[in-house]
């Protein structure tokens, strides 16, 4: 097998076949960090190191593991010296999906197919670029070559989605592009909750005094995304929690943390639970899926946030014993109340890859023939790799059923990230295919084409789009 040809990653017969049917699938990317006034306005890229590199805090966080100095990575070296330092840097990275990736992405949309190595980087940097040049490159021509058929940005509840708006009005562009509520800052625990509270205020009319003026203001700004097209939201949360708190409780802590008091932790895992629950319904009432990434511990290294900022790729995964008692009671809750909406969990620790699955299928028993109401979903930022797409589907599959996963995302602020869908797919294929080689499941393409096709998109679209 040669590196990076069309059986790229493809073990065994059987896999090749399923990847057959994978490969021409189309995409239905329900959560990135794409812009949408990006792919509204529509212009080329003028480098390769803005489209390869900017913003992404996967290859700067690599780079600097290979001792490169912040000046080549986020400061004000040239583009020529930041992609020679990126080159040097993924050409040793074997190992890493984003030596892979990058293979993937040069030889899929650039047409280049040789091996990155150290002494290359110059050819690399003019082909890309007269590619880049020659074609007009732009953010649409990367959506349309993929073949996404949606797109599911992350937005701030505030965003008057105003490029949404403009690309629901442009006949010329066949993608859907749908804005996510992400209410990151509705928790006390956020260093602008206080600010946030304030501009919620302003931008929906209403006078907020307590936890229930808090709620009727977020009401608002869903009903405003639901009218916009929106058909998921996403929230972040260190840890997943469940402490029950009344009324006066919840106002008492409103009060604090709106004065820009310091609040316990206690209290504010108690309103945390209190605003997930009212989110859980208000996502239920408006036909919302209701995305949670947590685990993450963010801004570690507090020299180099301070001075760069967030997101910048100072991050590690968390830790939190208690989870299944958490979660278990907080599920229970939305179910006892009638507030469970379809939902997507991703765990950036792969310590509960088995723990999360197994919990989410006490849940799963509904009316309205949603299969998987709630999804173990993919493997997330640091177990976006082989091993960790591989270990999430061996979970997905061990503890409930597999063919019911809605697949693969991108989460990426990058144009380029589509090769990913890809990447899952060709392991995917292999995935299955070995089951076929050691007899594990039939070779039988009237079993397994639905799975692969439903994995790879079907079971994406149908579950976005499925109202209950």
């Not at 801004?299 to 590690?316: C, I, K, Q, R």
């Not at 507030?339 to 792969?350: A, D, G, Q, T």
């Amino acid at each position: 097998m040669t590196f990076n040809d069309d059986n790229f990653m493809l073990q065994g017969e059987a896999a090749k076949k399923l990847y057959e049917i994978a490969k021409d699938q189309p995409i239905y990317d329900f959560h990135c960090h794409l812009d949408p006034q990006e792919i509204y306005e529509d212009k080329p890229f003028d480098n390769i190191v803005s489209v390869w590199l900017g913003g992404d805090h996967y290859k700067w966080r690599l780079m600097r593991a290979n001792g490169v100095s912040e000046k080549y990575i986020t400061g004000d070296a040239s583009n020529e010296e930041k992609f020679k330092a990126w080159i040097e840097t993924v050409s040793v990275a074997i190992g890493n999906p984003l030596y892979h990736w990058s293979h993937l992405e040069m030889r899929d949309i650039f047409g280049i197919d040789e091996v990155i190595t150290k002494d290359n980087w110059k050819e690399l940097y003019d082909r890309m670029n007269d590619y880049i040049e020659e074609n007009e490159l732009s953010p649409r021509d990367l959506i349309k070559q993929s073949d996404v058929r949606f797109i599911g940005t992350t937005d701030h509840p505030l965003d008057d989605l105003e490029w949404h708006q403009k690309l629901k009005e442009d006949d010329s562009f066949d993608t859907v592009v749908a804005p996510t509520f992400r209410p990151d800052e509705a928790f006390v625990d956020h260093a602008n909750f206080a600010g946030f509270t304030e501009a919620l205020a302003e931008k929906t009319d209403q006078e907020i005094t307590d936890f229930a003026s808090f709620m009727s203001a977020l009401e608002d700004r869903i009903e405003f995304f639901a009218e916009m097209g929106a058909q998921a939201s996403d929230m972040s949360l260190a840890e997943v929690v469940y402490k029950e708190a009344d009324e006066d409780e919840l106002n008492e802590i409103f009060e604090k943390a709106n004065k820009g008091d310091e609040v316990s932790a206690e209290e504010a895992q108690k309103w945390q639970t209190a605003v997930f629950v009212e989110l859980a319904r208000l996502y239920k009432e408006n036909h919302f899926v209701m995305q949670i990434h947590f685990g993450a511990l963010r801004d570690n290294n507090t020299a180099y946030a301070e001075e760069l900022g967030a997101d910048v790729g100072f991050d590690s995964m968390g830790d939190q014993t208690d989870l299944p008692v958490h979660l278990n009671n907080l599920l229970d809750r939305l179910v006892r109340e009638d507030y469970l909406p379809k939902m997507i969990w991703y765990n950036l620790n792969p310590a509960y890859n088995t723990v999360l699955p197994n919990t989410l299928a006490n849940f799963q028993a509904n009316e309205a023939g949603v299969h998987g109401k709630l999804q173990f979903g993919a493997g997330w930022w640091y177990n976006d790799t082989k091993r960790g797409m591989i270990d999430q589907m061996d979970n997905y599959a061990e503890q409930g059923i597999l063919a019911n996963f809605v697949g693969m995302l991108t989460d990426s602020r990058s144009f380029l990230s589509y090769q990913r869908h890809d990447y899952f797919r060709r392991i995917l294929a292999s995935y299955i295919g070995k089951w076929v080689d050691e007899e594990e499941v039939p070779d039988s393409e009237e079993l397994l084409r639905p799975i692969i096709e439903g994995i790879s998109y079907k079971n994406a679209e149908q579950f976005f789009n499925q109202k209950i």
